[in-house]
């Protein structure tokens, strides 16, 4: 197995989603679920790590170390958990046949260095898929801070403004939390399988837009020479559907020359943003040092909330994308 995937090659993957066409009516599973329905139910999705599991990644890292091994170069078979890896499989099972999503609590951050916590972020990643890429610049892990730059155009995970609901182009995206902000800043998360529903509820004509292509706004990462690229919103095949969605990039993509919404596509993310921002269907997660979250950039879309900065100790996580096949 490749100790991590291309930005293309990840991107490849996960937007090769079978297509049989627009379902004939609402989707169902686990997978749709309400947000106030999981808020008295957190353990269908959240999880602690034990003395025992810390004490295998603590070992796991002293290993790497050992052998000096730069993270770009450590794979499965370099980071043993002989324990956490059976539980890290149970995540997998909730991510890809589940509610779509797990938190992990209590990885030690107190006791490690940001390099071994990156380490260990990595390695857990490699249990639970293939890490990859996150931009053309082939950045494996991200730093999410606010970077303070005077760009308009610029990644919203750079700013501490808030994000609007979205996907990210691999099939799991992780956060581990170093630093929280000081108000603010929570991880905000929708089933976009009963977003659909909803949208087939109360627009039948634009939730039919999900299955043609929308221009997302590549924000100065495109290499295409336009700008843009294409993608099909939703795809659905053998009972399942997965959905990409990105509320803020198909919607500024207008500001390239010569590029517009028309009147039914303005409506469906009209619909999707007014239902997804009704707290009674979101989910908040205020994720604290050592807290891990994992979910599906199938059935999910997350945002997150604006947020303050303690200027002596800024808000700080680290992101991991993942492809869920080994292949």
């Not at 938190?103 to 990156?118: C, N």
């Not at 994000?163 to 939390?177: K, R, S």
Request: with cysteine.
């Amino acid at each position: 197995m490749p100790a991590f995937r291309s930005f293309a090659a990840q991107t490849r993957h996960y937007f090769e989603r079978p297509q049989q066409g627009q379902p004939a009516g609402p989707v169902a599973g686990p997978a749709i679920w309400r947000g106030v329905e999981l808020r008295e139910n957190p353990r269908q999705w959240r999880f602690e790590l034990t003395a025992e599991h810390c004490a295998e990644l603590i070992s796991a890292i002293a290993g790497v170390r050992a052998r000096q091994l730069p993270m770009s170069e450590v794979a499965r078979s370099d980071f043993a958990l002989p324990q956490l890896a059976s539980e890290i499989q149970n995540w997998r099972q909730r991510i890809e046949y589940g509610p779509g999503f797990v938190v992990v609590t209590r990885l030690p951050v107190e006791q490690l260095s940001e390099q071994d916590l990156a380490l260990a972020f990595w390695g857990i990643g490699h249990h639970l898929g293939t890490p990859g890429a996150q931009n053309p610049d082939q950045e494996l892990l991200g730093h999410v801070r606010d970077y303070h730059e005077a760009d308009s155009t610029v990644r919203l995970y750079r700013t501490a403004s808030n994000i609007n609901f979205h996907c990210d182009a691999a099939d799991v995206v992780g956060l581990l939390c170093l630093q929280k902000a000081r108000t603010g800043g929570q991880s905000r998360i929708v089933s976009s399988g009963f977003l659909y529903n909803e949208c087939l509820a109360r627009a039948p004509g634009a939730a039919a837009q999900l299955f043609t292509p929308f221009k997302l706004d590549g924000r100065g990462e495109s290499r295409n020479g336009r700008g843009y690229s294409e993608i099909v919103p939703c795809c659905f095949a053998d009972g399942q559907l997965r959905t990409f969605f990105h509320s803020e990039y198909f919607r500024s993509v207008e500001r390239l020359d010569g590029v517009t919404l028309d009147e039914a596509q303005r409506q469906l993310l009209d619909v999707y943003d007014s239902v997804a921002a009704d707290p009674t269907n979101y989910l908040d997660m205020d994720l604290r040092p050592g807290d891990m979250q994992f979910l599906s950039n199938h059935t999910i879309v997350h945002a997150r909330t604006a947020y303050q900065d303690d200027p002596e100790n800024p808000r700080h996580l680290l992101r991991l994308w993942l492809s869920l096949s080994e292949d």
